[in-house]
Nanobody, 115 residues
């Protein structure tokens, strides 16, 4: 059983928008930070945006002002609203959740920004 299930990736033109969702299994207790990382071909995985259980957020400089991370604690779900997408945002996006010292990862969803 997958513990983090992602959805919402796809192909979009430059300047467009996408919304990613990630639902954490109810078997994960005491969820703390949730968020998103990405990995482009030939590059290391990097932080995109994270949000604490209390709602504090942190963003990579490259996405500030364009991406918004949010979460619904009742649904154990984290979202990433991506606006003004650029070709350099093309990557596999991974959901991440931390609970009781354990790091959980989603399977990844492809985001491609191209005309």
């Amino acid at each position: 059983q997958e513990q983090l299930v992602e959805s919402g990736g796809g192909l979009v033109q430059p300047g467009g928008s996408l919304r990613l969702s990630c639902a954490a299994s109810r078997t994960i207790f005491n969820l703390n930070t949730m968020g998103w990382y990405r990995q482009a071909p030939g590059k290391e995985r990097e932080l995109v945006a994270v949000v604490s259980r209390a709602g504090s957020t942190d963003y990579a400089d490259s996405v500030k002002g364009r991406f918004t991370v949010s979460r619904d604690n009742d649904k154990n779900t984290v979202y990433l609203q991506m606006n003004s997408l650029k070709p350099e945002d093309t990557a596999v996006y991974y959901c991440n959740a931390r609970a009781l010292g354990t790091n959980y990862w989603g399977q990844g969803t492809q985001v491609t920004v191209s005309s």
